[in-house]
């Protein structure tokens, strides 16, 4: 009972502190690599900057957008 007692209180306060802070380190590569579109030359945006292009959607409710330089050059008619 003791034991129990000790190993849930561990476990409560373990809940009480993230893991990681949400901004730091690794995560926010993580996150850039998974807000990357059309073969991670484009980045998933609601609004596209001044100097990107809009090319595909990301999901439903972003764009991709992708810098002016890195769209592929459209061939035929």
């Known amino acids: 009972s003791g034991e129990?007692?000790?190993l849930r209180a561990t476990l409560i306060l373990l809940n009480?502190?993230?893991t990681t802070p949400p901004q730091s380190g690794q995560n926010i590569y993580i996150r850039?690599?998974?807000n990357t579109?059309?073969?991670m030359k484009g980045v998933c945006r609601t609004v596209c900057k001044k100097n990107?292009?809009?090319h595909i959607f990301c999901g439903l409710?972003?764009?991709c957008c992708i810098?002016?330089?890195s769209m592929p050059v459209l061939t035929g008619k």
Request: charged share 20%; glycine share 0%.
């Open 4 to 6: 129990f007692s000790a």
């Open 16 to 18: 009480c502190f993230p």
């Open 32 to 34: 850039r690599l998974l």
């Open 37 to 39: 579109c059309w073969r």
């Open 52 to 54: 990107e292009i809009f």
């Open 61 to 63: 409710h972003q764009l």
């Open 67 to 69: 810098d002016a330089s």
